[in-house]
């Protein structure tokens, strides 16, 4: 079992920066794949940017050179940092881990969201 607690959510004017955090309940990038996503009500959730076990990072076209996700094996940590931010960022962001070897795979763990508010 692994869980995942996201941080640093909250409001931030548009142009702004905020970092969130997902840190884990025990070393999960060598077998993970790690990802933050984001749903709006009503929507499907979308992947915003992943880093697999590997380290190869994918982002969605749509926060390209905005946002990027990185990680701290020291730490257990995730991080989405989001610069450049505009209203249609407003969202409940996750973090996803999926298990990535044959030891884990099939795997799917999330967070509990967190609030990320963009005023005009």
């Known amino acids: 079992q692994v869980q995942l607690v996201e941080s640093g959510g909250g409001l931030v004017q548009a142009g702004g920066s905020l970092r969130l955090s997902c840190a884990t309940s025990?070393?999960?990038?060598?077998?993970?794949?790690m990802g933050w996503y984001r749903q709006d009500p009503g929507k499907q959730r979308e992947l915003v940017a992943a880093?697999?076990?590997?380290?190869?990072?994918n982002d969605a076209d749509s926060v390209k050179c905005r946002i990027t996700i990185s990680s701290d094996n020291a730490k257990n940590t995730v991080y989405l940092q989001m610069n450049s931010l505009n209203s249609e960022d407003t969202s409940v962001y996750y973090c996803?881990?999926?298990?990535?070897?044959?030891?884990?795979?099939?795997?799917?763990?999330w967070g509990q969201g967190i609030q990320v508010t963009v005023s005009s």
């Open positions: 996803n881990a999926k298990g990535s070897n044959f030891l884990v795979r099939g795997r799917d763990y």
């Open positions: 025990r070393s999960t990038f060598s077998m993970y794949d």
């Open positions: 880093i697999s076990s590997g380290g190869s990072k």
